[in-house]
């Protein structure tokens, strides 16, 4: 019997002070690395001093990488936005998209947040998980 899929879907605060995209570049290598190895696929966004991720993959492996993400200082403010079982993964091809740069994200993003960030009060997972999908095509491959 197969593994059931979940989807999680989460927004925190970036706590970066200095050098984000060297920071980043950091996260999404030790990422694409062990989500590779756990079965995880999905993406992630910055943008206005906030994160977005979406993680696919079996229960165990979600619960495995959230906690340590969880526990990471590099953001604060850690919201569960949406936790899901899914029938397909959408992000099949992505250990960890990164989708943008923060101009980029400021963009295409801008009616998501105000300038400052993103409305954690106003947000839910399905459109940020929409529009992580939405954006995919330019991603940066895993
Ligand atoms: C915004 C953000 C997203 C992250 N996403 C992942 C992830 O998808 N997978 C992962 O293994 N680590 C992720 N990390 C890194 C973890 O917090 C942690 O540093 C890492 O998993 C430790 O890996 P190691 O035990 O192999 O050193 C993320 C960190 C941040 C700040």
């Not at 590779?36 to 943008?47: C, D, H, Q």
């Amino acid at each position: 019997m197969t593994d059931t899929l979940y989807r999680l879907v989460y927004m925190s605060r970036n706590d970066i002070t200095d050098e984000i995209e060297l920071q980043i570049g950091g996260i999404l290598e030790i990422s694409r690395e062990n989500n590779r190895r756990a079965e995880i696929t999905g993406a992630l966004m910055f943008n206005a001093g906030c994160f977005a991720q979406v993680l696919e993959g079996p229960h165990h492996a979600i619960q495995a990488t959230f906690e340590r993400i969880q526990c990471d200082e590099r953001h604060s403010n850690v919201t569960v936005l949406l936790f899901e079982p899914l029938d397909a993964r959408v992000f099949s091809n992505w250990a960890m998209a990164y989708v943008g740069t923060q101009a980029a994200a400021e963009q295409r993003f801008g009616h998501l947040g105000h300038d400052s960030g993103f409305e954690f009060d106003t947000l839910d997972g399905n459109e940020i998980f929409n529009v992580l999908r939405a954006n995919l095509h330019d991603a940066e491959p895993a």
